[in-house]
């Protein structure tokens, strides 16, 4: 079983960044597809992006070429990068971890972000 713990979010004007983290810890994140999801208020959760165990990538069409999502896994962590962010951004964001063999599926407690003027 894994824990996952985000941090990093917080208010932002549009056009700026911010580098969501997360962290985890009670299993080794190399046999985990990783990935961010986000959930605006009365909206479903989406997919944001995922990263396999091999480090290829996948981006929901409205982030590609703004957010980059990366993992360290000698950390134990998995990164979100996100650039040029717009007010439809905010949302809380959710780190996902699925386990490759088994397909157990873990979420972090989410991290919320707003992006205002």
């Known amino acids: 079983q894994v824990q996952l713990v985000e941090s990093g979010g917080g208010l932002v004007q549009p056009g700026g960044s911010l580098r969501l983290s997360c962290a985890a810890s009670?299993?080794?994140?190399?046999?985990?597809?990783m990935g961010w999801y986000r959930q605006a208020p009365g909206k479903q959760r989406e997919l944001v992006a995922t990263?396999?165990?091999?480090?290829?990538?996948n981006y929901a069409n409205s982030v590609k070429g703004r957010f980059t999502i990366s993992r360290d896994n000698a950390k134990n962590t998995v990164n979100l990068q996100m650039n040029s962010l717009q007010p439809e951004d905010t949302a809380v964001y959710y780190c996902n971890a699925e386990k490759i063999i088994s397909k157990a599926v873990y979420w972090g407690q989410g991290t919320q972000v707003t992006v205002s003027s």
């Open positions: 009670g299993s080794m994140l190399r046999m985990y597809v």
């Open positions: 990263i396999s165990t091999g480090g290829n990538t």
